[in-house]
């Protein structure tokens, strides 16, 4: 009988077939141990020379690092651990792997990603991108049982939807089009007939810099939804992420090991309430309790920032769950965010960033939407915007606009705060950055 590695403990004491690779091999002399993988787990397989014929053992003596193999045997428990190991009665090579490079020694990252095809049969990298299929899957759940209705919005893309310079230019047909950083705009218009809905696929951002947080190719999902204000807005996420990583924590619990990942804060995050603040209430905060050295003055610039690399990690420190932080300046918002003046004159945007704990920084970007065709009009106006591109746009104003709000959660800075790796690009199976559009 066929099975996969992971169905193992369904058939202790039944002889099994097993295809895959072997991941490392040892030898006592009169015994092979070949630790095999077949993507869906890892198990030992025990070749002892006194149990099998004389070519079977030869076999398993030729198999090299990352050999492919089809191993029979029984399946034990091991007597000491909680997993299963495999006595061999058969061995068939299938594939040969001399001189594999990646070897048992410690290679450096540049190595690592320069050869990405090869290292994604490794465990790290095994169990972060299977971390990530699980947030990917738990994420289109959470929307199809809240009603939501998938709506794929266009990768080429005529406007902009954030920062104008940070987009990649195409070639479209002699005329200048742009990748998408986002497909909000469009699904802004989707709610208008369906309620409810989210677009999930790769989205493109043209940043020149170098850190571990950003990536020029990314995977977005973005929701909207009529008649749902800011706070109503807060409320879904918040729902969205607990339920993403309670479903990493219960089907996820072998990744995570051999991440050596602390699940304490993501248990806790799951049953207890998210943290909630203004935009000038954290800054305050950050101030008093001098959570941010280097900040050499709080002038008005300071209260006008938009939180820094630093102070979202401080503020995840302090209180150790995930933090809302809240109507943010308009001045350093995107333009189709709703607007309001607060009690200090200050003109604010209605909208939150989603800090996530242990360095995890924003996450989820979300507002509520200015649904005034005449506000939306002037703000596109002032910011000097080709105003024919967003007549269309503007459509969803002038017949029948309602209130609605929306966010964006990144794929890859999700998994990466889960997962607890060091750099973004252990997120992706094959990233794109600035220096980097190979293999």
């Known amino acids: 009988m066929k099975i996969s590695i992971s169905h193992s403990s369904q058939h202790v004491g039944k002889e099994v077939v097993i295809q895959g690779w072997v991941y490392n091999t040892r030898s006592s002399g009169k015994i092979v141990f070949l630790q095999l993988r077949d993507g869906s787990g890892f198990i030992q397989a025990i070749v002892a020379s006194q149990a099998v014929a004389p070519e079977v053992f030869e076999a398993a003596q030729r198999a090299t690092i990352e050999s492919s193999v089809e191993i029979t045997g029984t399946v034990s428990k091991h007597p000491k651990k909680e997993e299963y190991e495999l006595q061999?009665?058969?061995?068939?090579?299938?594939?040969?792997?001399?001189?594999?490079?990646?070897?048992?020694?410690?290679?450096?990252?540049?190595?690592?990603?320069?050869?990405?095809?090869?290292?994604?049969?490794?465990?790290?990298?095994?169990?972060?991108?299977?971390?990530?299929?699980?947030?990917?899957?738990?994420?289109?759940?959470?929307?199809?049982?809240?009603?939501?209705?998938?709506?794929?919005?266009?990768?080429?893309?005529?406007?902009?939807?954030?920062?104008?310079?940070?987009?990649?230019?195409?070639?479209?047909?002699?005329?200048?089009?742009?990748?998408?950083?986002?497909?909000?705009?469009?699904?802004?218009?989707?709610?208008?007939?369906?309620?409810?809905?989210?677009?999930?696929?790769?989205?493109?951002?043209?940043?020149?810099?170098?850190?571990?947080?950003?990536?020029?190719?990314?995977?977005?999902?973005?929701?909207?939804?009529?008649?749902?204000?800011?706070?109503?807005?807060?409320?879904?996420?918040?729902?969205?992420?607990?339920?993403?990583?309670?479903?990493?924590?219960?089907?996820?619990?072998?990744?995570?090991?051999?991440?050596?990942?602390?699940?304490?804060?993501?248990?806790?995050?799951v049953n207890e309430p998210f943290v909630h603040l203004k935009h000038h209430e954290a800054k305050r905060i950050l101030k008093e309790e001098g959570l941010v050295s280097g900040v050499e003055?709080?002038?008005?610039?300071?209260?006008?920032?938009?939180?820094?690399?630093?102070?979202?990690?401080?503020?995840?420190?302090?209180?150790?769950?995930?933090?809302?932080?809240?109507?943010?300046?308009?001045?350093?918002?995107?333009?189709?965010?709703?607007?309001?003046?607060?009690?200090?004159?200050?003109?604010?945007?209605?909208?939150?960033?989603?800090?996530?704990?242990?360095?995890?920084?924003?996450?989820?970007?979300?507002?509520?939407r200015e649904e005034s065709y005449d506000a939306l009009k002037k703000e596109i106006v002032d910011r000097n915007y080709p105003l024919e591109e967003y007549e269309w746009y503007l459509n969803t104003r002038k017949y029948g606009t309602v209130t609605h709000s929306g966010f964006g959660i990144g794929l890859e800075r999700t998994v990466r705060w889960l997962t607890g790796v060091h750099h973004i690009r252990e997120t992706i199976a094959f990233p794109r950055t600035l220096n980097r559009s190979r293999p």
């Not at 769950?321 to 309001?340: G, N």
Request: aromatic share 12%; proline share 4%; glycine share 6%.
């Open 88 to 269: 061999v009665s058969g061995v068939k090579l299938l594939g040969t792997s001399e001189e594999y490079p990646i070897g048992k020694k410690e290679h450096g990252p540049e190595f690592l990603f320069d050869n990405r095809d090869l290292y994604l049969r490794s465990q790290t990298p095994w169990a972060v991108l299977r971390i990530r299929d699980r947030v990917f899957f738990s994420i289109e759940q959470f929307f199809h049982e809240e009603g939501f209705v998938r709506f794929d919005t266009p990768i080429i893309q005529p406007t902009s939807c954030e920062d104008t310079t940070q987009l990649f230019t195409v070639d479209y047909y002699d005329e200048p089009n742009y990748l998408s950083q986002s497909g909000q705009l469009y699904s802004e218009a989707g709610i208008m007939g369906f309620g409810k809905v989210y677009d999930f696929g790769p989205v493109f951002r043209a940043e020149k810099s170098k850190t571990r947080h950003h990536l020029s190719e990314l995977w977005m999902m973005d929701a909207e939804m009529a008649f749902h204000d800011q706070t109503m807005n807060m409320d879904v996420q918040e729902r969205m992420v607990k339920r993403i990583v309670g479903d990493v924590l219960k089907y996820c619990a072998q990744e995570l090991a051999i991440l050596g990942r602390d699940t304490t804060i993501l248990q806790r995050l």
């Open 297 to 368: 003055s709080y002038d008005d610039t300071y209260w006008q920032d938009d939180m820094s690399t630093e102070e979202e990690i401080a503020l995840g420190n302090k209180y150790q769950l995930p933090v809302f932080i809240e109507d943010y300046p308009a001045a350093i918002k995107s333009f189709y965010m709703k607007k309001y003046t607060d009690e200090h004159g200050v003109l604010r945007a209605r909208c939150a960033d989603l800090i996530a704990p242990e360095e995890g920084r924003e996450i989820i970007g979300g507002s509520q």
